[in-house]
Each structure stands twice: as structure tokens, then as C-alpha cells.
């Protein structure tokens, strides 16, 4: 049983005893004690005052006698004001490591039958070139919150939604189609998204030279330099034949949709290769081709139902003036859809899916409006998760030198990304003498897993809702807050245990002394790991990667301060050697297992 749980009932017989009246668990209010004062829990006493009828100091002081003569997880106790300081005796925290210890899954929760179903969206990639640096941040997170919603209790659907059909789309095929001279992947020796991203920049290259040159010679016409821009940017024969394909494509053109299939398919393989080397991976994956004819039909029904508003022209709106908005468009004049549509046609595919309970969005501050208007939207069509809906919203990476910019050619691409982070972690770790005694095989692997620890880690620690800067040198430092450093105290307590394995040490708390045996910084790390639970649940509630990210990294810094300090192997004490171990096991226990909730391995050896 937790120390919280024991001292809280405590506390209610307590007052009970005391003053005579029964209290709720809720007006018992634990927290840390602070460092500057003797104790590990305090207890707030003004909630009691009212009942006590008496001084914050008396009421304390009362109620810490009781404690101290009637509950066994507490040695001592002082006052500070209305504030009562507890001191926990050493039979107690050993009783909690010893509870730590017996459960691999400590601090995380299973669900069950009745649990609520929790869907995912994620990554939300054009099929007109490959992830970038932005996309990585929003998969790295949406795996993250899957793995801490399942820590939570909740079953979860991990789900992409896949931007497949559109004018960038026909810009691409159509640039392959007149420059690419029947290039594959194969034949390039590219991954595919990448073949079809270079055709997506050199489509924009060619259409600003047209633009460039219908610019001129309206110009030389006598047209003003802004009207000429904008007609020749209409009349430019590029684009005039991207929109023709993308009518044909609509059309269902036998051509054009094999050709459509056909790029997309190389891309996808390119996809699942990032994915893959990113950790991510999805239960459900939905295209917006599938989706878009639903929306339009769901859009159909709201209007006879009164919902929507059809103009003269032909195009459907909402009214959401009452909801202190404004009116927005869901099926153009022409009766084709925009992405509002598309989503509600994503929601209704997904509803007929999944019994959903919660449905969360990551995507991007930039959508925020969006998803507000589609919540209201989904809410009037029905969808019981709809006024509820979440939108995990999270702030652009840019990196050092920039910003990003994909039709330029000059986005960062995710897959060079990794491949230098490995590259990276791989020289450095060289440097630092951390492959001492490895074969080749070995080293790759130690490299992957840092590298990659290191690009996610140093992404999630951040507030997802803040614009980052990402470092990649800042990244793979093996001291301070990064993965590498985490990742490397936990291959050293592997090593301390392997070594302790090989001696025979006893690594239980069975026969275990327990007169005088904690030292503080023991207690602050059984305190520390105690805490964990609640860092878990407070991350699900906040949708916070983050939170998990710092614990993990405050809990390393514990263990290395008592490490420098204290020695494990070489303890003469049976029984201190004993809780040394114990105590190093779940260290690297919570840390694997938190570091898990971020999608990050801990390598066994370093």
C-alpha cells in the first residue's frame, strides 16, 4: 500500500478520534516537505481548522501526536505554522521499495474491458514528398501520448490520416510525367517519397520560370506588375494542366489513377521505411480519397436536416455566429469539398470503426481555429465524442539556421535527419571510449539507440505547445539533460547488476535489517521513484510527453548524486548492499519503463 494511501487513513481516524467527525479523503492534502524543513510528506492542516476549532500550531501538533503514537509508517513529525512536516520511518520506504520492486509495471495501469477507447491522429503526411523535421516532432508525439494514455488505463487506436488526392498531388505527377523520363526508385536508387518530392520542387521551379517570363510579357503589355503577377499565375500552362488532371482524376481517368497509384505507392514504401526508423507505427490508416466523397455526403445530410445553409451560388455553410465565430464553408459552389469536409467524412468513417470515447488530434497551432469549428461541427452531427474532441496543438521546430520550406527544396528531411543523428552518436560515443570491447554489430546498434534517443528525447522534453529550437549537437551530450545522458545511467546500473549477479549478490529485501539502514539521499531516491505514478497520470491528464521526459531526467540526477556518494559493490554491509541493489534495479527499471512512454529504447550496455 502507498505511504500516501496509509498516512491519509491515518489522518481520517485521526480527526475522527480527535474532534469527531468523519472527513473525505480529498481534505487530506499530502505534498513533498520542502528542503529547507526536517520531513519527506507535509500535511496542510488549515482544511481542519473549522472542525478543530483551534490554532494552526495546536491543531498540527495534535494531530502529529496521534500520528506518531498511531501509525507505524511515521517516526516523527514538526510544526511550521499550519503546516504539519512528517517524518517517515525507515520500515515504511522500505516496505514501499519493496512493493516498487515486486511490480515490473509500477506506477502504470491496465486497461480493462470497460476501459474508455482513446483514438489518435498523427503524422497526417502529403503524399507529394517526404516527412521533414516538422513531421517527425508531430509522430514522435503522438506515439508518446498513445504509450501514456495506455500507462493511463485506456485502450488506444493509433490512426494517420493520409493526404493523398488534391492539386499538390497532380503537381507532382504531372512534373514526373514531363521531366522524369520513366524514373522509379529503383532505377534512381532513391526511396520513392523522395523521387516524387524532387518532381513536387522541380514542378514549382518550372511554374515560377513560366510565371516569371507571362509576367514580362503582360507587363510589356502595359499591365501593372501586381495584375500581371496574379493573371500569370491563372495562366500559366502549368498550372492550367495540373488542374486539368485533377479534374480527370475526379473523373476517375483510368490513366490518370493508375499513374496516381502508381506514385503513390512509392511513396508509401518511402514512408514506412521513416516510420519504421522513427519507432511510429499506426492501427489504422485512413486516406482522404476514401474520405472526402463521405464528408460531402455527411455535409448533404446536416443541410436537409437543417444544420447548413446552402447560398445562391450553390456552396454550403455553417452558421456559427451563435457559437461566436463565423460562417464557414463546406462544399464549394462548384460542389467540391475543402478539408473541413474531408475530416467530417474522417470522423464518420472512424465513428462506424471504433466505439470512440475520446478522440485527439496532433496537429500543428497553426490548425487551432479548425479544429475548434470542426468540434462544434461533429458536436451537431451527432458524434458523442465530438464537443470533447481534443486537439493536441503543438508549436513549428525550426532549427538553428531557419525555417523550413518544402517547395524550395530546402525542408529538412527526417530520413537524413536520423541518418545523421546516428552518424553522430556513433563518432561521439567512438571519442568518449564507450565502445571499448564491442564488435561492429554492436556498435550499430548502441549507435541507433542513442542517436534516435537523442533526437527524441531533446524534441520531447520541451512543452509540446512552445515553438522549439532543435540543436542536433546540443542533443547527443552524454552530461545534462539530454537521452544519451539518461541512457547511459541506466547501462551503468545494468553493469553494477550484471556484476553483482556474477558474485552471487543477494538482491532482495527478504532478510533484510531494517535499524538505521537509509541514508537521506536512499530515502529521497525510494520518495523519488514513489512518484511516479502520479507523474503518469498528471501526463495523461495534460497531454504531456514532457512531464514523463523531465521526471525521467530528475530521477537520473538522484541516482547519479547517491552513486558519487555512496558505494554499491564495494559495501561491506550485507543488509545496505542489499537495499543498494534493490533501489539501483528499480532506478533502471522506472527509467526504461518511462522512457518507453516516449518511444525511446535504453541500451543495456554503453
Known sequence: MKIESIIGSAVIDAVKTLYGQEIGEKMVQLQKTKREFEGNLTLVVFPFLKISKKKPEDTAQEIGQYLVENCPAIASFNVVKGFLNLVIAQSAWLGLLADINADEKFGEKKATEDSPLVMIEYSSPNTNKPLHLGHVRNNLLGWSLAKIMEANGNKVVKTNIVNDRGIHICKSMLAWLKYGNGETPETSGKKGDHLIGDYYVAFDKHYREEVKQLTAKYVAEGMGEEEAEKKAKEEAPLIKEAHEMLVKWEQNDPEVRALWKKLNDWVYAGFDETYKALGVGFDKIYYESETYLKGKAKVEEGLAKGLFERHEDNSVWADLTGEGLDK????????????????????????????????????????????????????????????????????????????MKSREGTVVDADDLVETMIADAKQTSEELGKFNDMTDEERNEIARIVGMGALKYFILKVDARKNMLFNPEESI??????????QYTHARIRSILRKAAETQENIDLANVNTD????????DLIQKLNEYGAVVEQAGKDYSPSGIANYCYELTKEFNQFYHDYSILKEEDANKKSVRLVLAKNVAKVIKNGMALLGIEVPERM
Do not use: C
Open 328 to 403: 464557414k464553408l463546406l462544399l464549394r459552389s462548384d460542389g467540391t469539398s475543402v478539408y473541413m469536409t474531408q475530416d467530417i467524412g474522417t470522423a464518420e468513417m472512424r465513428f462506424k470503426d471504433f466505439p470512440i470515447d475520446k478522440m485527439i488530434y496532433v496537429v500543428g497551432n497553426e490548425q487551432n481555429y479548425h479544429f475548434q469549428v470542426l468540434s462544434i461541427l461533429l458536436d451537431r452531427l451527432g458524434f458523442k465524442w465530438g464537443k470533447e474532441l481534443v486537439h493536441f496543438s503543438y508549436g513549428m521546430v525550426e532549427l538553428p539556421n531557419g525555417k
Open 477 to 486: 551530450d552524454f552530461n545534462g539533460n539530454t537521452g544519451p545522458f539518461i
Open 516 to 523: 538505521g539502514l537509509l541514508s537521506q539521499k536512499e530515502i
